[in-house]
């Protein structure tokens, strides 16, 4: 990509803004972003509100963080000098390596100077006449800026659960992506964990290695599969970075960025026995495989559904000694894989310890937290520590939390009020000049593929803006329209979409989020991309430009 004439970015952008592009956000998607908006010569600031970079990896320090998501195939793929020096130690990393690496890179392209850490963005304000957006910031600090990039996360908005009480406990008391930065001690402690999700499962498995005593508090159970996680050796790393091109090229094919892809047979086009080995495999093999490279309709033929659901439910049964604990533990609410699969590592084996106890809060509801723990329907627990594993606002908490205005002072909020409605995921009707990185309604999967890809769009379209002087990009009202009915189209048949989760936007901890919307594109990742690549390649003619 060429950069542009040394003075162009004068003589171009509005001397009264303060900066060309603003960014908000520098986890994967801003600290890339502000790579590639630097290479154009714009005048780029990154505005952060954790003192650091990193993202999810930045704020959730919680016992047990990490991958699921291969390591080597998560990694960013643009820089090959980038993928030269650094060696993963596991495949599927900690949260301190990932933290580690995302410091490495922001030092080796020495993104920290254009970036302003502890800088909530508060308020976004389109200016019609300027054709800029004024951004506030917690503290009140005003900027002016020609773009305005989201890059805030789809998971970063965290959400306590909707108890009274929860100021009063005398302990200590942590959200997980809210984690203390000093390390946290558990031995001989009571915890209590308060969810079992992806990120209670990979907690509780590591705080019962040393609790005095641990008490999980589960709504609803998930469907979890052994990660099989293991080192990485000084050859293998070898071996991998050999394969870095053939890794990323399969991640480009592959229906949602892993390394894994489905199976091409239908569950009904083998044997039972076949199928049962073909489980075992599966169950038996590393990361997401058992999710993403299952038979190809387990996600959209109930039958083939209930036979794996099946499957895994004995799995748990064979794992877990207590029956009734088991049985708790075996979700009968959704099939596997139609919510967010947890990945695990002998966590099923935990609720086998004499320390461990299950509270299954459909039975008793925790009914508020008192100064000493818990008080459920029936028992007030005591603690001294309790972990709320509750969870985000997904996908568009981020953006709720911003007084986000567009043309004549429309608001984001009201505009999405029935869910998102965008272009491409990328732009939204009436909010000319702000483009999102994996916004609602792009293609998510294994993210920073999707990240880099969502990156270099913004950046193409910013291109073309500065190339010809534009000064106005919007998404039009039929391009919105289009977009958002083919994103509602392809969730048609997915099971997933007819369940409660994160993905369909349904949050109990949340006022107004018990409806189910389509908060996520659920087509291919390629199609996505070729969607994308043909409306750059026709010059943009689907935005309106001025
Ligand atoms: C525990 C956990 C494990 C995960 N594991 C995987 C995995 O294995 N594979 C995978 O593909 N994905 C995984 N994800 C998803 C993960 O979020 C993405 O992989 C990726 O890190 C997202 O990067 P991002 O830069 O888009 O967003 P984030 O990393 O969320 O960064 C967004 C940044 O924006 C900042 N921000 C938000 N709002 C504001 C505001 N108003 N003002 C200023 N700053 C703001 C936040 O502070 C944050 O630093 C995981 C997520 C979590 C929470």
Redesign the pocket.
């Known amino acids: 990509m060429a950069a542009l004439h040394e003075n162009q970015t004068q003589a171009e952008a509005a001397p009264d803004l303060d900066y060309d592009a603003i960014v908000?956000?520098?986890?994967?998607?801003?600290m890339y972003q502000l790579y590639r908006l630097r290479e154009l010569g714009l005048r780029v600031l990154v505005?952060?509100?954790?003192t650091n970079v990193g993202?999810?990896?930045?704020?959730?320090r919680y016992p047990g963080?990490r991958?699921?998501?291969e390591s080597y195939s998560?990694a960013y793929s643009f820089s090959k000098e980038l993928l030269e020096e650094w060696d993963w130690t596991e495949h599927f990393a900690p949260q301190p390596e990932t933290l580690r690496y995302l410091n490495h890179v922001a030092d080796k392209f020495d993104l920290r100077r254009d970036i302003k850490f502890r800088?909530?963005?508060t308020a976004a304000h389109y200016q019609d006449g300027a054709r800029s957006w004024d951004i506030t910031l917690e503290d009140g600090t005003r900027l002016r800026s020609r773009f305005l990039i989201t890059?805030?996360?789809?998971?970063?908005a965290p959400v306590m659960p909707r108890t009274e009480g929860v100021d009063t406990f005398a302990g200590q008391s942590y959200h997980t992506?809210r984690w203390p930065h000093e390390p946290v001690s558990f031995e001989g402690k009571r915890v209590a964990v308060i969810g079992t999700g992806?990120?209670g499962v990979q907690t509780i498995q590591e705080v019962a290695k040393t609790a005095g005593h641990l008490t999980v508090f589960q709504r609803t159970p998930n469907w979890c599969t052994p990660l099989h996680n293991a080192k990485i050796g000084t050859d293998e790393m070898k071996q991998i970075r050999a394969r870095y091109s053939e890794i990323f090229k399969r991640c480009s094919e592959t229906f949602a960025c892993f390394i894994h892809t489905a199976d091409p047979r239908g569950t009904f086009e083998v044997t039972p026995e076949e199928r049962e080995a073909f489980f075992e495999a599966l169950y038996a093999s590393p990361g997401f495989g058992i999710w993403q490279g299952n038979f190809k309709d387990i996600l959209t033929n109930r039958e083939a559904n209930a036979l794996i659901s099946d499957f895994v439910a004995r799995k748990i049964r064979q794992r877990v000694k207590d029956p009734a604990v088991a049985e708790k533990l075996i979700p009968k609410d959704h099939g596997f894989g139609t919510r967010r699969v947890p990945m695990e590592t002998h966590y099923y084996e935990v609720y086998n310890q004499p320390n461990v106890r299950l509270i299954d809060i459909k039975e008793t509801p925790i009914e508020r937290i008192t100064p000493k723990g818990i008080k459920t329907s029936d028992t007030e627990y005591e603690f001294d520590i309790i972990i709320y594993a509750t969870g985000f606002d997904a996908i568009t908490g981020?953006f709720n939390?911003?007084d986000i205005r567009g043309e004549n002072g429309l608001r984001l909020k009201d505009a999405w009020a029935g869910g998102p409605r965008t272009y491409l995921g990328v732009m939204a009707e009436g909010f000319p000049n702000m483009l999102m990185?994996?916004g609602p309604h792009t293609a998510l999967g294994?993210?920073?593929r999707s990240?880099e890809y969502n990156v270099e769009f913004v950046t193409g379209v910013i291109r073309h803006a500065w190339d010809h002087r534009l000064t106005r990009v919007a998404a039009t009202p039929e391009g919105v329209d289009t977009w958002t009915d083919h994103v509602k189209a392809l969730g048609q048949g997915l099971l997933s979409n007819e369940i409660d989760s994160w993905m369909t936007g349904v949050n109990r901890n949340l006022d107004g989020r018990d409806t189910r919307i389509i908060a996520r594109y659920s087509g291919s990742s390629p199609a996505y991309r070729a969607r994308c690549d043909a409306v750059a390649a026709e010059g943009y003619r689907e935005l309106a430009l001025a």
């Open positions: 908000i956000g520098a986890g994967i998607s801003g505005l952060e509100a954790g993202g999810t990896w930045y704020w959730n963080a991958f699921d998501s998560y800088s909530r963005v890059a805030m996360g789809i998971l970063s992506a992806a990120t981020a939390r911003i990185v994996v294994n993210m920073p990240i």
